[in-house]
C-alpha cells in the first residue's frame, strides 16, 4: 500500500513556467522527503522536510508542509527541461523507519 | 565507486527461472535497503539490513524471495521460480545513518529491470 498519493499525475509545462505538485499521506510522520526520478534511473534525494518545519528551500525548490491537512507541495521556479522526471514524495510514519513512496508525478517541461 | 550499483541492469528470465541481483552499496553505509518499483507506480519497501543483519523483511511478497548480506556489504537478492508478475524494477539504496535512515537521505542505485517472460 502507498500512504503519499501525488497529484497532479501529469504535469506538462513550457520552459521557464513554475510547476507545483502535491502531496498527501494518511498517518503522522515524522518527516517527508522529495525524490527525483529521471527515466531509467534511481531516485536522487531533492529535500527533507521535518515534521515541526513549514517550510523549506534549496535553490529553486520551495517544499511547503501541512500537517493538519497531511499535505506537502513542492514547487519547482522557473523550470528547465532537465527538470523533466517523476518526481516522489516519500513518507515515514511515526516510530518506523521504512519510508513509503507515493505513485508519483510525471513532470514534461518543454524546451 | 563513488554511487551505489547494481547489476545486471537489465535481467530477462524465463518464468520458474531462479535470478539473483546484486547490489554494491556506497562503502561504510550501514543501511541498505531493497525496493520494488512495477511501471507507472512508486517504490515499495522489501527488505532492510543494517550491516548484516536482516532487521525488516516484510515487505517481500512471498517466500521465493530472499535476500542477505552476508558481509554486511554487497547484498543479493534472489528471487526463485520467478513469475510473471515479478517483473519490475528492483532498486537498492543505502544510508549512512545507523537509524536506518530516518533523518537521512538514501542514496539510491539505478536498479536492475527484471522482465519475466
Known amino acids: ?111 | 565507486g563513488a554511487g551505489v550499483s547494481q547489476s545486471p541492469r537489465y535481467k530477462v528470465a524465463k518464468r520458474g527461472q531462479d535470478v539473483a541481483l546484486r547490489c554494491d552499496p556506497i562503502s561504510g553505509h550501514v543501511s541498505l535497503f531493497w525496493y520494488q518499483q512495477a511501471l507507472g507506480q512508486g517504490p515499495e519497501f522489501l527488505t532492510y539490513f543494517q550491516n548484516e543483519a536482516q532487521l525488516d523483511k516484510s515487505g517481500l511478497p512471498s517466500d521465493r524471495f530472499f535476500a542477505e548480506r552476508p558481509e554486511g556489504s554487497v547484498s543479493t537478492l534472489k528471487i526463485q521460480r520467478t513469475q510473471q508478475e515479478d517483473s519490475a524494477v528492483y532498486l537498492c539504496a543505502s544510508s549512512s545513518s545507523l537509524l536506518a535512515g530516518v533523518n537521512n537521505e538514501q542514496f539510491f542505485g539505478p536498479g536492475t529491470r527484471l522482465t519475466v517472460l
Open chain 1, 1 to 111: 500500500s502507498q500512504q503519499g498519493e501525488e497529484d497532479p499525475q501529469a504535469l506538462s509545462i513550457q520552459e521557464g513556467e513554475n510547476a507545483t505538485m502535491n502531496c498527501s499521506y494518511k498517518t503522522s510522520i515524522n518527516n517527508l522527503q522529495w525524490y527525483r526520478q529521471n527515466s531509467g534511473r534511481g531516485l536522487v534525494h531533492l529535500i527533507l522536510i521535518r515534521s515541526n518545519e513549514r517550510e523549506k528551500h534549496s535553490g529553486r525548490l520551495r517544499v511547503t508542509l501541512d500537517t493538519s491537512k497531511k499535505s506537502s507541495s513542492l514547487l519547482i521556479t522557473a523550470s528547465r527541461a532537465a527538470d523533466t522526471a517523476s518526481y516522489f514524495c516519500a513518507t515515514r510514519a511515526g516510530g518506523s523507519y521504512i519510508p513509503t513512496f507515493g505513485r508519483g508525478t510525471s513532470l514534461i517541461v518543454h524546451p
